[in-house]
C-alpha cells in the first residue's frame, strides 16, 4: 500500500487539464496559411485562438484579406480576451522604399481572465517556433499595438523638458 503525500493529501503534482500545445501537433493547414500570407502575400493578417475546452488546439479564427487596413486588423481584436495574431505591416523606410514586415502579436489585454492569460502565455513558445521570420511582440492594449507598428508616438517618451538641469 502506498501511503499518501503528505503535502498534496495524495493530490497528484500534476495538472491534467493543463492547457499547452503538443509540439507534435499537426498545424498544417496553419502553416499552409502562414506561408501564403508570407511568401505570396495572399492575407494581411491571421487571428488565432485556444479552444475553449483547455486541449490546446489552436484555431483559425480570422484571415485578413491582403486589401486590408490596419484598422480592420485592430477590430478583430477582442477587448476581454487573449489572442495569438500575425500581422504583415507595409510601410516605408527612411530613405522612401516600401518595406514589410511580419509581427506575431501576443494579445493579453489587461480585462482577460487570469486563467486566460497564462493558457497562452503557456502555449506561446511551442505554437510560436512554427513561424520563422516573424517579429514577436506582446501587447494589452490597441494604442501598444499602434506605437509598435509606429502608427502612433510612445506618449511615454522620456524627455529631458520635464528637468531642469541648470
Known amino acids: ?38 511568401l ?19 484555431n483559425l479564427e480570422v484571415v485578413g484579406d491582403p486589401k486590408s487596413s490596419t484598422d480592420d486588423f485592430l477590430s478583430t481584436l ?16 527612411t530613405d522612401g522604399r516600401p518595406q514589410s514586415k511580419l509581427f506575431f502579436v501576443s494579445w493579453l489585454p489587461d480585462n482577460a481572465t487570469p486563467h486566460n492569460m497564462m493558457a497562452y502565455t503557456a502555449a506561446k513558445g511551442v ?12 501587447a494589452k492594449s490597441i494604442e501598444e499595438i499602434e506605437v509598435l507598428l509606429g502608427l502612433r508616438k510612445d506618449e ?7 528637468f531642469d538641469f541648470d
Open 40 to 58: 505570396r502575400r495572399k492575407h494581411k493578417f491571421m487571428v488565432f485562438r485556444l479552444a475553449d475546452d483547455g486541449s490546446g488546439v489552436v
Open 78 to 93: 477582442p477587448t476581454s480576451d487573449c489572442r495569438f495574431a500575425i500581422y504583415d505591416h507595409d510601410y516605408k523606410s
Open 127 to 138: 505554437f510560436r517556433e512554427k513561424f520563422t521570420g516573424v517579429f514577436d511582440v506582446m
Open 1 to 38: 500500500m502506498q501511503d499518501n503525500h503528505t503535502k498534496t493529501g495524495g493530490e497528484k503534482l500534476v495538472d491534467e487539464k493543463r492547457v499547452g500545445i503538443d509540439r507534435n501537433a499537426d498545424l498544417g493547414d496553419i502553416v499552409t496559411v502562414f506561408n501564403e500570407l508570407k
Open 156 to 162: 511615454e517618451e522620456d524627455d529631458d523638458d520635464d
